[in-house]
T-cell receptor
């Protein structure tokens, strides 16, 4: 079955370290997205990419970086510059052509904890 | 800029009771509207969507939603809630092809036995 795979499910990081969250999709979707979720704050967009080798900052990009070298993959790096990285991170994908209003498909998330 | 509000942060209903979760949006053109459900520690699952046609849309798990343009609303309903419906529910509005969604803050649903 097609879907989005996020790994790992749980991740612990020491302060001052960079860490990379993986997101892979086999849906042949063009666009991919990273969201951060904190209790009571809904979803906030970090970065998104609509085509390979191109990506755009979302609302809270500071302290994060991404790459899109392959259509299937959109890894997120949480850098040491991110002041409060402990959160639940969600990856999503969508089409950008064809049937409108398709919506997003989400991965199952990665919970990052800074220790 | 588009925006979504969900006025209820937390709702508690008894199992078997009816449910209505409110969603209001602000958007200049005809919106694409979605409801998602999230179980604890999981990703979001699409319940239903509206982008044209019949304003009453049916979704999975017995949910339905009604688009009311005059009220800028897209409320989610279920006639009889099951304990397994306890989760967080997000309303979202998007542009064409689901790009750059705006999500509401979510409504947490608790179900009493």
């Amino acid at each position: 079955d097609g879907g989005i795979t996020q790994s790992p499910k749980y991740l612990f990081r020491k302060e001052g370290q960079n860490v990379t969250l993986s997101c892979e999709q086999n849906l042949n979707h063009d666009a991919m997205y990273w969201y951060r979720q904190d209790p009571g704050q809904g979803l906030r967009l970090i970065y998104y990419s609509q085509i390979v080798n191109d990506f755009q900052k979302g609302d809270i990009a500071e302290g994060y970086s991404v790459s899109r070298e392959k259509k299937e993959s959109f890894p997120l790096t949480v850098t040491s510059a991110q002041k409060n990285p402990t959160a639940f991170y969600l990856c999503a994908s969508s089409i950008v052509t064809g049937t409108p209003g398709f919506g997003y498909t989400f991965g199952s998330g990665t919970r990052l904890t800074v220790v | 800029a588009q925006s979504v509000t969900q006025p209820d942060i937390h709702i508690t209903v008894s199992e078997g009771a009816s449910l209505e979760l409110r969603c209001n949006y602000s958007y200049g053109a005809t919106p694409y509207l979605f409801w998602y459900v999230q179980s604890p520690g999981q990703g979001l699952q699409l319940l239903l969507k509206y982008f044209s046609g019949d304003t009453l849309v049916q979704g999975i798990k017995g949910f339905e939603a009604e688009f009311k343009r005059s009220q800028s609303s897209f409320n989610l309903r279920k006639p009889s809630v099951h304990w397994s419906d306890a989760a967080e529910y997000f309303c979202a509005v998007g542009e064409n092809y689901g790009q750059n969604f705006v999500f509401g803050p979510g409504t947490r649903l608790s179900v009493l036995p």
